[in-house]
């Protein structure tokens, strides 16, 4: 047989909807955290681009990336042969465009013999999207 529960005397003297209350309330409190792969911004809006996925700021990003981002604007030398290719987006995972929209670019990984696994993805609209897991996951950039 269970024990059978018996609150604290703080909450034997609180009615029980306020007591329910605030155990919703606590629970909500709870939830509200910032999720593992988010950062929270510091005045920066999300686009709309965005949608509901993972941001981060460029200025969290890790300083190779940042570099790559620099290199993007200026138009390049990339470092590698492949930055500047078409991004397919097989896994879905950044929204539907025409083939030829998205463009992606290694971010060095330092002691890493290859490419690695990190990448930076630009979109025509202006996006730009960050995976540190060879596309398994992206985060919106926000600048």
């Known amino acids: 047989m269970l024990p059978r529960f018996v609150p604290p005397p703080v909450l034997r003297r609180v009615p029980r909807a306020l ?8 629970v909500l409190l709870t939830g509200c955290s910032s999720h ?3 950062v929270a911004s510091s005045g ?5 681009w965005a949608g509901g996925m993972a941001t981060v700021e460029e200025s969290r990003l890790p300083a190779e990336a940042r570099q790559t981002l620099a290199l ?13 290719v078409v991004f397919s987006n097989f896994e879905r995972l950044l929204p539907k465009r025409r ?11 330092p002691g890493s013999q290859d490419r690695g696994a990190r990448r930076i993805v630009t979109g025509q609209g202006g996006e730009i999207y960050y995976s540190d897991d060879h596309y398994k996951s992206f985060r919106a950039v926000l600048r």
């Open 19 to 26: 007591a329910g209350l605030l155990v919703c309330l606590s």
């Open 36 to 38: 593992p792969g988010t």
């Open 44 to 48: 920066v809006s999300t686009p709309s």
């Open 72 to 84: 993007i604007g200026k138009g390049g030398p990339f470092p590698y042969a492949r930055d500047g």
């Open 99 to 109: 083939r030829g929209y998205y463009h992606e670019y290694t971010v060095r990984t």
